[in-house]
Nanobody
Framework: QVQLVESGGGLVQAGGSLRLSCAAS????????MGWFRQAPGKEREFVAA????????NYADSVKGRFTISRDNAKNTVYLQVNSLKPEDTAVYYC???????????????????WGQGTQVTVSS
């Protein structure tokens, strides 16, 4: 069982940056691949980025490559999403999610994740 709590969202101007954090409870955090998804009003939840259990492998949606960076600190049970060069179209609720370590081939699919946080709002003004 993993409980996830996101933080770090806020209102920022276009071109700005934020660092989102996702703190996980439980002693088995290092056995989970972690992902970030986002959901804008009226749209489906979409994949943003993922990092494998060891932190050695990452995957990004094309729309955020070069602007967003996912990382994790297994000693702190935390995964991060550094979001730079923000655009108004990045406005959404950002969710972190956890999946078992053997599921890496499905990291872009939201139905491959068994645990979700409550989300943190990111609003980018133009």
């Amino acid at each position: 069982q993993v409980q996830l709590v996101e933080s770090g969202g806020g209102l920022v101007q276009a071109g700005g940056s934020l660092r989102l954090s996702c703190a996980a409870s439980g002693r088995t955090f290092s056995s989970y691949n972690m992902g970030w998804f986002r959901q804008a009003p009226g749209k489906e939840r979409e994949f943003v980025a993922a990092i494998n259990w060891s932190g050695r492998t990452t995957n990004y949606a094309d729309s955020v490559k070069g602007r967003f960076t996912i990382s994790r600190d297994n000693a702190k049970n935390t995964v991060y999403l550094q979001v730079n060069s923000l655009k108004p179209e990045d406005t959404a609720v950002y969710y972190c999610a956890a999946q078992g370590a053997t599921g890496w081939g499905l990291v872009v699919r939201k139905d491959a994740y068994g645990y979700w946080g409550q989300g943190t709002q990111v609003t980018v003004s133009s």
